[in-house]
C-alpha cells in the first residue's frame, strides 16, 4: 500500500519533464488503443474481450507498480544542469552523477547516495535541488549529523539563515559532542548573521565541548581578533596555541608580538 500511495504524487512530480516524453507518449498510445478497441472493438477483440481486458489492466498496473520507483529515483537523483555550463563541465557533472548512482555501497537505505547528489547540486548552484536531496538523505537516516550539517550549509548559501540555524540545532541533537557544528554555527552568526554577541556563546560552546581542539582555539582567536576586535583576549588564545603546538610556534609568537603592538600591550 505504501507503495502504491506514492504513484500518484509521483506523476504529477515527474510529468512535467520532458525526458519523460516518450514514456507519456507510449502510455498514452496504450491508453489510447484500449478505449478505441472498446469503442470501436474488431471481431477478434470481441472474442477474447473477457481475458484481453483484465490482461492489460494487469500490464498496466505491473508497468506503474515497477516503473514508478524508477521514475522517481531519477527524478530525485537528476541534475537540472544551467545553460552557462560549457558541454565539457556539463559532462563532468554527468559522469560525477553517474559515479555516485554506480558506488557500490551508499550507507544505510541509500541515503549517501542522496547526500552525495546534494553535494554536486551545491557545485553549480542548484541550491533548491540540494536541499530536496539532503532531506531525502534524512529522511532515509536521520541519524548522521552529516546531512543536516550539508542542508545547513546550504541554506546558508541561500541566505536563509533561520533554516540554516535550524538545520545546525538538528546536527547538535544528533552529535551534542562535535564541537564542529557549534563552529559553524558560531561562524554563521558571526559572518553572515552579525550578531556578534550570539556568536560569541557558540564558540565558547565550541570550546567547551572540544576540550581545547585546537582548530577550535584558532577559529576563536580569530573571532576576538577580526570581528570583536578584542587584541588583549585574542593574544591569549594565539599563546596558548603557540605553548601547544612546535611546528608553528615562531609564526604564533610573531603573530602575538603584531597584536600586541595594534593593542598597545608590551
Given at each position: 500500500?505504501?507503495?502504491?500511495?506514492?504513484?500518484?504524487p509521483?506523476?504529477?512530480?515527474?510529468i512535467?519533464?520532458?525526458?519523460?516524453?516518450?514514456?507519456?507518449l507510449?502510455?498514452?498510445?496504450v491508453?489510447?488503443?484500449?478505449?478505441?478497441?472498446?469503442?470501436?472493438?474488431?471481431?477478434?477483440?470481441k472474442?477474447?474481450?473477457?481475458?484481453?481486458?483484465?490482461v492489460g489492466?494487469l500490464?498496466?498496473?505491473?508497468?506503474?507498480?515497477?516503473?514508478?520507483?524508477?521514475?522517481?529515483?531519477?527524478?530525485?537523483?537528476?541534475?537540472?544542469?544551467?545553460?552557462?555550463?560549457?558541454?565539457?563541465?556539463?559532462?563532468?557533472?554527468?559522469d560525477r552523477?553517474?559515479?555516485?548512482?554506480?558506488?557500490?555501497?551508499?550507507?544505510k537505505?541509500?541515503s549517501?547516495?542522496?547526500?552525495?547528489?546534494?553535494?554536486?547540486?551545491?557545485?553549480?548552484?542548484?541550491?533548491?535541488?540540494?536541499?530536496?536531496?539532503f532531506?531525502?538523505?534524512?529522511?532515509?537516516?536521520?541519524?548522521?549529523?552529516?546531512f543536516?550539517?550539508?542542508?545547513?550549509i546550504?541554506?546558508?548559501?541561500?541566505?536563509?539563515?533561520g533554516?540554516?540555524?535550524?538545520?545546525?540545532?538538528e546536527?547538535?541533537?544528533?552529535?551534542p559532542?562535535?564541537p564542529?557544528?557549534?563552529?559553524e554555527?558560531?561562524e554563521?552568526y558571526?559572518?553572515?548573521?552579525?550578531?556578534q554577541a550570539q556568536?560569541?556563546?557558540?564558540?565558547?560552546?565550541?570550546?567547551?565541548?572540544s576540550?581545547d581542539?585546537?582548530g577550535?582555539?584558532?577559529?576563536?582567536?580569530l573571532?576576538?581578533e577580526?570581528?570583536?576586535?578584542?587584541?588583549?583576549?585574542?593574544?591569549?588564545?594565539?599563546?596558548?596555541l603557540?605553548?601547544k603546538?612546535?611546528?608553528?610556534?615562531?609564526?604564533?609568537l610573531?603573530h602575538?608580538?603584531?597584536?600586541?603592538l595594534?593593542?598597545?600591550?608590551?
Amino acid at each position: 500500500m505504501q507503495q502504491l500511495s506514492t504513484i500518484v504524487p509521483t506523476i504529477l512530480q515527474v510529468i512535467s519533464y520532458r525526458d519523460y516524453l516518450p514514456l507519456w507518449l507510449t502510455g498514452g498510445v496504450v491508453v489510447l488503443a484500449l478505449v478505441l478497441l472498446n469503442v470501436w472493438p474488431p471481431a477478434w477483440f470481441k472474442r477474447h474481450k473477457v481475458w484481453l481486458m483484465p490482461v492489460g489492466g494487469l500490464i498496466i498496473i505491473a508497468g506503474l507498480w515497477f516503473g514508478v520507483p524508477q521514475l522517481k529515483f531519477y527524478y530525485d537523483t537528476r541534475l537540472s544542469l544551467p545553460g552557462y555550463l560549457s558541454e565539457q563541465e556539463k559532462q563532468q557533472f554527468q559522469d560525477r552523477r553517474q559515479e555516485i548512482v554506480s558506488a557500490p555501497e551508499h550507507g544505510k537505505n541509500n541515503s549517501g547516495l542522496y547526500n552525495d547528489i546534494g553535494i554536486l547540486r551545491s557545485g553549480y548552484k542548484d541550491y533548491a535541488g540540494a536541499v530536496r536531496a539532503f532531506k531525502l538523505a534524512i529522511a532515509k537516516n536521520p541519524n548522521d549529523p552529516r546531512f543536516y550539517r550539508n542542508l545547513a550549509i546550504t541554506y546558508t548559501s541561500m541566505d536563509n539563515y533561520g533554516a540554516a540555524e535550524s538545520a545546525f540545532r538538528e546536527a547538535f541533537k544528533v552529535a551534542p559532542t562535535q564541537p564542529e557544528y557549534w563552529l559553524e554555527l558560531g561562524e554563521l552568526y558571526s559572518f553572515s548573521m552579525k550578531d556578534q554577541a550570539q556568536a560569541r556563546l557558540f564558540y565558547l560552546e565550541a570550546l567547551e565541548r572540544s576540550g581545547d581542539n585546537l582548530g577550535v582555539v584558532q577559529a576563536f582567536a580569530l573571532f576576538l581578533e577580526n570581528v570583536e576586535k578584542d587584541f588583549a583576549e585574542a593574544i591569549k588564545y594565539w599563546q596558548l596555541l603557540a605553548d601547544k603546538v612546535d611546528k608553528n610556534k615562531p609564526q604564533f609568537l610573531q603573530h602575538i608580538a603584531e597584536l600586541k603592538l595594534r593593542a598597545g600591550v608590551k
